[in-house]
């Protein structure tokens, strides 16, 4: 893994919809399989700078990880609730030059098949921990996420890019149940990760 990606500690997830309108000659193609094929790496190296990346996104059943993956790709939101199992997405994005193709896993929430998410775990590239802000224990299984990424990954001599995403925050006030100023030093402070 050392050497395969170029993100540090944070990165940035725009929408769909941005990267139409900030760059007329990026385009987003829609290539979707629902299967749990391997990925394969592209050569990073040398003309055309294409890289191959996979993120996998993790958290608690019901936090929203489903919709922020549809709305990031494909710019639209259901408010029906549908559990997965596990959902592979394939894209490939291109900006400023830097073609990226992105295998982009939606995780189960449940951890009924714990060797199944180790694997997940050990074939990733970037996470993306999503917690709901009106569910408390969602932040505790983040946590707990992560301290699995970082045994799964302790032989890795590279930094692991995680982005942590706090969910659900058109909800009232009064249904917060993680205080943003806490998870957000938690997070960017003592985990040094991106929030």
């Given at each position: 893994m050392?050497?395969?990606?170029?993100?540090?500690?944070?990165?940035?997830?725009?929408?769909?919809?941005?990267?139409?309108?900030?760059?007329?000659?990026?385009?987003?193609?829609?290539?979707?399989?629902?299967?749990?094929?391997?990925?394969?790496?592209?050569?990073?190296?040398?003309?055309?700078?294409?890289?191959?990346?996979?993120?996998?996104?993790?958290?608690?059943?019901?936090?929203?990880?489903?919709?922020?993956i549809?709305?990031?790709?494909?710019?639209?939101?259901?408010?029906?609730?549908?559990?997965?199992?596990?959902?592979?997405?394939?894209?490939?994005?291109?900006?400023?030059?830097?073609?990226?193709?992105?295998?982009?896993?939606?995780?189960?929430?449940?951890?009924?098949?714990?060797?199944?998410?180790?694997?997940?775990?050990?074939?990733?590239?970037?996470?993306i921990?999503?917690?709901?802000?009106?569910?408390?224990?969602?932040?505790?299984?983040?946590?707990?996420?992560?301290?699995?990424?970082?045994?799964?990954?302790?032989?890795?001599?590279?930094?692991?890019?995680?982005v942590?995403?706090?969910?659900?925050?058109?909800?009232?006030?009064?249904?917060?149940?993680?205080?943003?100023?806490?998870?957000?030093?938690?997070?960017?402070?003592?985990?040094?990760n991106?929030?």
């Amino acid at each position: 893994m050392k050497g395969r990606h170029q993100f540090k500690r944070r990165f940035s997830l725009q929408p769909s919809s941005f990267l139409h309108r900030e760059d007329s000659t990026a385009h987003h193609r829609t290539n979707i399989r629902n299967d749990t094929e391997s990925s394969s790496s592209s050569s990073g190296e040398g003309g055309g700078h294409d890289s191959r990346h996979k993120i996998v996104v993790m958290g608690s059943p019901r936090v929203g990880k489903s919709s922020i993956i549809q709305r990031f790709l494909f710019n639209n939101f259901s408010t029906k609730y549908k559990p997965t199992i596990e959902e592979m997405f394939h894209e490939d994005f291109s900006m400023n030059g830097v073609h990226l193709k992105l295998d982009i896993l939606d995780s189960s929430g449940t951890n009924e098949f714990p060797a199944m998410r180790a694997l997940s775990i050990s074939s990733a590239d970037a996470f993306i921990l999503v917690y709901a802000i009106d569910d408390a224990a969602s932040f505790e299984e983040v946590r707990i996420i992560r301290d699995q990424i970082f045994e799964t990954k302790a032989s890795s001599s590279s930094a692991i890019p995680i982005v942590v995403v706090g969910n659900k925050t058109d909800l009232p006030d009064d249904q917060r149940q993680v205080p943003y100023d806490t998870t957000e030093s938690v997070v960017q402070v003592d985990w040094e990760n991106g929030f």
